[in-house]
């Protein structure tokens, strides 16, 4: 499975935002897709999931103001993001459990895509 994550961008606070993760692979649908992001000096932390049958699970630091979307014709998972807080800058990365399994241990992760920057100016 390779992943390629993009839509990242400089948004204002309050605005918006939806990160895209494409992949490639036959088996893509049947996988659970997370992303996670790393700020500056801060380690890589957990922010959502969503599972092949469309089980979400979201960190509670993002939780109502992020929602999933994912076409699996397309092989594409997208992150809305709405409501953005400064504290959401970060490097965004997607990465694939090929177990299927829906959580948020960065080690369960099998697959990972390079990276997409949100800035969230106050």
């Known amino acids: 499975v390779q992943l390629q994550a993009s839509g990242g961008g400089l948004v204002q606070a309050g605005g918006s935002l939806r990160l895209s993760c494409a992949a490639s692979?036959?088996?893509?649908?049947?996988?659970?897709i997370g992303w996670f992001r790393q700020a500056p000096g801060k380690e890589r932390e957990f922010v959502a999931a969503i599972s092949w049958s469309g089980v979400t699970y979201f960190a509670d630091s993002v939780k109502g103001r992020f929602t999933f979307s994912r076409d699996n014709a397309k092989n594409t998972v997208y992150l809305q993001m709405v409501s953005l807080k400064p504290e959401d800058t970060a490097v965004y990365y997607c990465a694939a459990d090929t177990q299927r399994r829906i959580s948020g241990n960065y080690g369960n992760y099998d697959y990972w895509g390079q990276g997409t920057q949100v800035t969230v100016s106050s």
């Open positions: 692979g036959r088996t893509f649908s049947r996988n659970t």
